[in-house]
């Protein structure tokens, strides 16, 4: 294994540090916490939102804390959900008087642990709701879920609930949109390569040279099938065949898509894979509003992407389009 | 080789493709060219900016094209330098009526095409002039140079340059202080993996498992040692060291930092790596003012980093903090 780490027991610690010392125009280090926080919180009486899990899918979740969408993000050890000790001091950070809205992936050690936490923070006086994440199509029932895994399409609940929360809305019309956004984003990726959890010191699984994973986890779970390598205008028609069928996508309708590379695959790939989807959808004759292209919701140093899309009306266009000012994430902002 | 792509020899132009269709708000193409350009030009008589070279460094360098950097960035082949009459679509794109900088990265290739397009330009009645940057420490002269090789420190070059042109300096203004960035900047890099050329289909180099290439460039080519793997502290210690002792850096001097992954290492590494680099210049008694941490000019997917300071003074400071606003950084812009 070579990373550039230090200590395998330190790497989370010391990436957070590392983040903070890159951004303190944005974060804050809760004092003996994996929490990140606003530097310049939000006003009272606006909803929080908290959203966490285990690391290893930088910039998720830290990078997305800052106007427009996150309030605190809370880091688990790699791969591994936070305890909710932990969760109850993002809450607390979060929290503006208006109540705190957790954006959970749904794997069943993040669940558990994020519903303790809500309880605990309840009985200290903080009124919390919960939206879980289950994007991906690839698998029903997988490693770590029952029911579908949570993954890129996270994003997209972050940046649409953070933007209605930033505008004043309440918890309910929070953990509503969230829901709405829940219930039609889908996502499914691929991986080239292996990733190393640096705790295990060697690669989770292993792929021939000519070979891909279809519909792996952002954990390096196992997808649908191990297959002979693809061209981009084949991996794009092979996930958005199966998101479309999904979804019941039809001639007319706009979507967000989201390009997002798990670790390894550079940019120059990621485009390709990006002109590949919105040409299949031009096709389609669906109507692309946006896309973003980068790396969204990583899986350490796995080579590989996922496509999510999301169908649009007015009112989520509106909210996905609307200012963001964070690490990972800043558009829609002034100059002049 | 295991790639995002479809032809090898289409890698370029489909990659262009999708970042115009990623980025629409930001770039165009120049049509029947490899130029992207800003959707929206700045006013007329302001100086222009044109960079460009080899592609593979996504998103170099047309993620730097927008509001406070680049007018025009212009494709090659994966490490190759684009030809002389891309360079000058480039020159004309970019051209308001006051000059056009073209800041060059110094390789021999490079500079014998922008050369020639800039002689091309200016008997089209263009007045340009040119800067090279050569931050790399790392070695004099080496496989594509003559003298120090350019790398990340021209990322510093476009913001500084590039706001400065953006608020109506003069081009011999915006080339002064071109220079005065090149005159300061110092990098260097690491690779853990070799990348792999598309047209070649092999890594460019081997390394063993424990093994790591100090001073490494950005297309491969060879460094100062190969060497036994280093903790991410000891990276920076050897990294900041030679960086250092070329600048003669001293305690009280104000610096900003690039922290740039050069492929696949993910954020989470880089972040450490950015946390011991503050680390180390803590120690020493410089004021680390700007950190950046990310991907801005990379090797394809080559495993590994590098680092960059930039001493400041007022003035520098100022430019490379005012707002730019491009697909690849965005940064001092408001909202409300």
């Known amino acids: 294994m070579k990373k550039i780490i230090n200590q395998v027991e330190a790497v989370v610690d010391e990436a957070l540090t590392g983040l903070v010392r890159t951004f303190p125009q944005y974060l804050i280090r809760i004092p003996q916490s994996r929490v990140l926080a606003r530097a310049y919180p939000k006003p009272e009486g606006r909803v929080g939102l908290v959203s966490g899990g285990g690391s290893g899918h930088e910039p998720a979740h830290g990078g997305y804390v800052g106007y427009g969408m996150l309030d605190a993000a809370v880091a688990g050890e790699v791969f591994t959900s936070p305890t909710p000790d932990q ?96 219930a039609h984003v889908r996502s499914m990726g691929f991986a080239l390569t292996s990733c190393t959890v640096p705790a295990a010191g060697q690669p989770t699984f292993a792929l021939a040279d000519d070979e891909l994973e279809m519909g792996i986890g952002i954990h390096g779970e196992p997808g649908i099938a191990r297959q002979p390598m693809l061209s981009a205008r084949q991996l794009a028609d092979a996930l958005l065949k199966r998101i479309a069928a999904d979804l019941g996508l039809h001639a007319g309708q706009h979507v967000a898509a989201l390009i997002n590379g798990l670790g390894a695959s550079p940019l120059l790939e990621l485009s390709i894979l990006a002109g590949e989807v919105a040409h ?32 649009l009306d007015d009112r989520r266009r509106a909210l996905l389009l609307a200012a963001c000012d964070t690490p990972a994430l800043r558009q829609g902002l002034r100059h002049d």
């Open 87 to 182: 969760i109850v001091e993002g809450i607390k950070a979060a929290d503006r008087g208006a109540g705190v809205l957790l954006v959970v992936k749904n794997y069943t050690g993040d669940i558990m642990n994020f519903d303790i936490a809500r309880e605990l923070a309840e009985s200290a006086g903080i009124t919390c709701a919960q939206v879980v994440v289950n994007d991906d199509v690839a698998v029903e029932d997988s490693l770590f879920t029952t029911g579908r895994r949570g993954i890129a399409g996270t994003i997209f609940v972050h940046k649409i609930a953070g933007a209605l929360a930033e505008q004043g809305a309440s918890l309910k019309e929070v953990q509503a949109v969230a829901e709405e956004v829940i």
């Open 280 to 311: 299949w959808l031009d096709q389609a004759g669906v109507v692309l509003d946006v896309m973003w292209t980068g790396e969204f919701m990583t899986s350490l140093e796995m080579a590989g992407a996922s496509v999510t899309l999301l169908p």
